[in-house]
């Protein structure tokens, strides 16, 4: 029995029906109303960076990601190469929204990934680093670096489980399930390590500011 209740399929069911219990919980209370910036106003100059181009999702993609407010914007900064920053909020994951997670649409995209690791990132003013998933994935000949976190409550979570478990203990405890997607994409034209490195060095830099326009 020990070994069955261990066993992965029965603790994702176990999770899944525990979520739906919160999730249910939190919509017969109603949920706590969040007051939010508008991702639009994020700032197109941050640090050395800044914005060469804004992007705009069409109505079906919209459609599909049901997000709340979200953010798609091209970056040049301290070297020649583009930055994308990508952010989707969810005020509520009660109603089925939740952010699709790139570890599943990227391959859906097409994109194969090679590489894929949990990184610290050292944010200034913070005491500790915060953890993020990298990834380097590969279409054709393009290849890309990818790096993405959750973002909620002052708190950055890199894998999807651990996200899931935080709904549920958000739910109960704070009445809340808001949650945002940050992405961040810098194609390999050179070397491996300088995407990355770029990568990096604009994830430390976007996550300060970043935490004006999400509820903590």
């Known amino acids: 029995m020990t070994k069955f209740l261990r066993a992965t399929p029965v603790r994702v069911v176990t999770l899944v029906l525990v979520i739906h219990?919160?999730?249910f919980y939190s919509l017969s209370h109603g949920e706590a109303v969040l007051q939010t910036r508008p991702l639009a106003d994020f700032p197109k100059q941050i640090g050395d960076w800044r914005t060469v181009s804004e992007g705009k999702l069409d109505a079906e993609t919209l459609q599909v990601l049901r997000a709340d407010d979200y953010l798609t914007r091209d970056y040049t900064g301290p070297s020649p190469d583009e930055v994308n920053l990508y952010v989707a909020f969810f005020r509520t994951q009660r109603t089925g929204q939740a952010p699709h997670s790139p570890?599943?649409?990227?391959?859906?995209g097409g994109w194969v990934p090679s590489e894929s690791s949990i990184v610290p990132i050292a944010i200034p003013g913070r005491s500790?680093?915060?953890?993020?998933?990298?990834?380097?994935?590969?279409?054709?000949?393009?290849r890309d670096v990818v790096m993405y976190w959750y973002q909620s409550h002052g708190?950055?979570?890199?894998?999807?489980?651990?996200?899931?478990?935080?709904?549920?203990?958000?739910?109960?405890?704070?009445?809340?399930?808001?949650?945002?997607l940050v992405r961040v994409v810098v194609p390999i034209i050179g070397s491996d390590q300088d995407a990355i490195r770029i990568a990096r060095d604009f994830s430390a830099t976007v996550y300060p500011p970043l935490a004006d326009y999400l509820p903590r």
């Open 21 to 23: 219990a919160a999730l």
């Open 103 to 108: 570890k599943n649409c990227l391959p859906g």
């Open 128 to 142: 500790e680093p915060i953890r993020i998933n990298q990834y380097i994935v590969a279409k054709g000949p393009s």
């Open 155 to 180: 708190r950055v979570v890199a894998s999807e489980y651990a996200a899931k478990v935080y709904v549920v203990a958000d739910a109960l405890r704070y009445n809340r399930t808001d949650t945002a």
